[in-house]
């Protein structure tokens, strides 16, 4: 089991950290190109990893089909959350994308901004099975 060129191994899943920015939609597009989604967070350890990488990122999580139903872009059902205080809060009712920061308490660091926003990505996907 090996992650594809390129892509970070972490807890037997494979990451792809992007260089560029993107936004929500077009960075979820490149992720399905690579035969993933956009980061899907399950765990505090998972949680950590992002935040190490030290830069805000897009993950898949999205209520752009009801306003305050939150889903995972893979159909999963969202058990764990890691929203900062008071977030999401669909600031000006154009909010509809999540990205995790980079804070001191990677337990408190999702935020919901509109999707046009340009930001970097993070791409997750199971390993190439040999
Ligand atoms: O105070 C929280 C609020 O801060 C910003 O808006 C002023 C964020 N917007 C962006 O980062 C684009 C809001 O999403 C956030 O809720
Ligand atoms: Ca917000």
Same mark, same amino acid.
């Given at each position: /089991? =090996? #992650?594809?060129?390129? *892509?970070? &191994?972490?807890?037997?899943? #494979?990451? $792809?950290?992007?260089?560029?920015? %993107?936004?929500?939609?077009?960075? /979820?597009? &490149?992720?399905?190109?690579?035969?993933?989604?956009?980061?899907?967070?399950?765990?505090?350890?998972?949680?950590?990893?992002?935040?190490?990488?030290?830069?805000? =990122?897009?993950?898949?999580?999205?209520?752009?089909? %009801?306003?305050?139903?939150?889903?995972?872009?893979?159909?999963?059902?969202?058990?764990?959350?890691?929203?900062? /205080?008071?977030?999401?809060? &669909?600031?000006?009712?154009?909010? &509809? #994308? @999540?990205?995790? @920061?980079?804070?001191?308490?990677?337990?408190?660091? *999702?935020?919901? =901004?509109?999707?046009?926003?340009?930001? $970097?990505?993070?791409?997750?996907?199971?390993?190439?099975?040999?």
């Amino acid at each position: /089991q =090996i #992650c594809p060129q390129g *892509w970070v &191994d972490f807890s037997s899943r #494979c990451y $792809y950290i992007s260089c560029q920015q %993107k936004n929500w939609f077009e960075s /979820q597009q &490149d992720c399905k190109q690579r035969g993933a989604d956009l980061a899907i967070i399950n765990s505090g350890e998972e949680q950590e990893f992002i935040n190490n990488l030290n830069k805000r =990122i897009w993950i898949g999580l999205t209520d752009t089909d %009801k306003e305050g139903s939150w889903n995972w872009v893979d159909g999963t059902n969202l058990t764990i959350r890691f929203w900062k /205080q008071n977030e999401p809060n &669909d600031a000006g009712g154009k909010e &509809d #994308c @999540a990205e995790s @920061a980079v804070e001191f308490n990677p337990q408190m660091i *999702w935020n919901d =901004i509109p999707c046009e926003l340009q930001r $970097y990505w993070v791409c997750e996907r199971g390993p190439e099975l040999n």
